[in-house]
C-alpha cells in the first residue's frame, strides 16, 4: 500500500530531526498521461532510504540518486523525464507521458 502525502512527509521531518540528511521530491508538471499527478512526493534519506512515489520503474531509481546529490550539495534540481510511446514501458512511464521532478534538500 502506497503511503499517504501526509505520511510520507512526516517521515521526511522526522528523518530531518532525527539528524538525517533528507531530500524531497515533488513531481511540478506533467505533460500527456503520466503515473502520478502533480503534487506527488517521494522523500530519501542520506543512506538512499525512499517513501512515496513520484512516477516508477528506472525514473524513480534516478530521482534518488539525483535526490542523494542534492542532500551533499544543498542545491535543488529540476528534473525532466520523457520518452517516446515505442519506449515507455521499459522506463516505468507506462503511457509515454513527460514529468517534471523538482527535488529540494529539507532544512
Request: proline residues 2%.
Amino acid at each position: 500500500m502506497l503511503a499517504s502525502e501526509d505520511d510520507i512527509l512526516g517521515k521526511a521531518e522526522a528523518w530531518a530531526r532525527a539528524g538525517k540528511g533528507v531530500a524531497v521530491a515533488t513531481v511540478v508538471e506533467t505533460w500527456g498521461s503520466a503515473p502520478r499527478p502533480v503534487g506527488s512526493h517521494l522523500v530519501i534519506d542520506e543512506d538512499g532510504t525512499f517513501l512515496g512515489s513520484v512516477s516508477g520503474g528506472c525514473v524513480e531509481g534516478e530521482v534518488v540518486t539525483e535526490a542523494l546529490d542534492v542532500i551533499g550539495s544543498g542545491k535543488a534540481k529540476l528534473l525532466e523525464f520523457g520518452v517516446a510511446d515505442e519506449t515507455a514501458w521499459r522506463v516505468g512511464l507506462s503511457c509515454g507521458g513527460r514529468i517534471a521532478v523538482y527535488v529540494e534538500k529539507v532544512a
